[in-house]
């Protein structure tokens, strides 16, 4: 069975203080691990896909990176508009596009 | 460009009363579609996933059910709600596998159910 687990469940931040993300997953045959961004009472909205141990994707502040175990989203510099809720979720061979989402990391970052 | 829509966005219902959620989506053909719950402070659940016009796929069995009557139409249904239905609903579509490996899910901005 498919296990994602994303860590810590929250995390505060200053503004302008670094920290990563992690989402630790257990699937077999990993075809993409994806992030996505969820702000209190919306949908969550799509930010990166990775497919394979050592690749890196960038969006202004966030940098996700996958290694065979695990995915990190790093934080630079957050500001308080980054305040969200981040999910991690993944995607096997033989499963279509279903994904398995992971519990999530409430991020607040306080001006 | 594509959009999903669902309505309503809250929704409150007594114990055994009936459940309609709609989600359509535009701009797309042929479109996987989802329905996820999410508890509170918890991750997404899928509960019905869609490949074509009356397939449906069903990962957690409950007092729920789903439709799809059209291309781009889902429907999440129950006939008698319990309090356990209480929740975040989801709609999200996707590309099909065979037009693009990998395709992310969109989702709508969700239904906020509370059962009383």
């Known amino acids: 069975e498919d296990q994602v687990t994303q860590s810590p469940e929250a995390l505060r931040l200053q503004e302008g203080e670094s920290s990563s993300l992690n989402c630790s997953y257990t699937?077999?045959?990993?075809?993409?691990l994806f992030w996505y961004r969820q702000d209190p009472g919306k949908g969550p909205e799509f930010l990166f896909t990775l497919y394979s141990a050592g690749e890196e994707k960038e969006k202004e502040r966030l940098k996700a990176t996958l290694t065979k175990k695990e995915s990190f989203l790093h934080i630079t510099a957050p500001k308080p508009e980054d305040s969200a809720t981040y999910l991690c979720?993944?995607?096997?061979?033989?499963?279509?596009?279903?994904?398995?989402f992971g519990g999530g990391t409430r991020l607040m970052v306080k001006p | 460009s594509q959009t999903i829509h669902q309505w309503p966005a809250t929704l409150v219902q007594p114990v055994g009363s009936p459940l309609s959620l709609e989600c359509t989506v535009e701009?797309?053909?042929?479109?996987?579609l989802y329905w996820y719950r999410q508890a509170a402070g918890r991750g997404l659940q899928l509960l019905f996933y869609?490949?074509?016009?009356?397939?449906i796929s069903s990962e957690v069995p409950q007092n729920l059910s789903a439709s799809r009557p059209q291309d781009r139409q889902f429907i999440l249904s129950s006939k008698k709600l319990l309090l356990s239905d209480s929740g975040f609903y989801l709609c999200a579509w996707s590309r099909p596998h065979y037009q693009e490996l990998n395709s992310p899910l969109h989702f709508g901005n969700g239904t906020r159910l509370t059962v009383t």
């Open positions: 979720a993944v995607n096997r061979y033989y499963a279509g596009n279903m994904l398995t």
């Open positions: 701009g797309t053909s042929n479109p996987n």
């Open positions: 869609s490949v074509g016009i009356g397939q």
């Open positions: 699937v077999s045959g990993l075809r993409g």
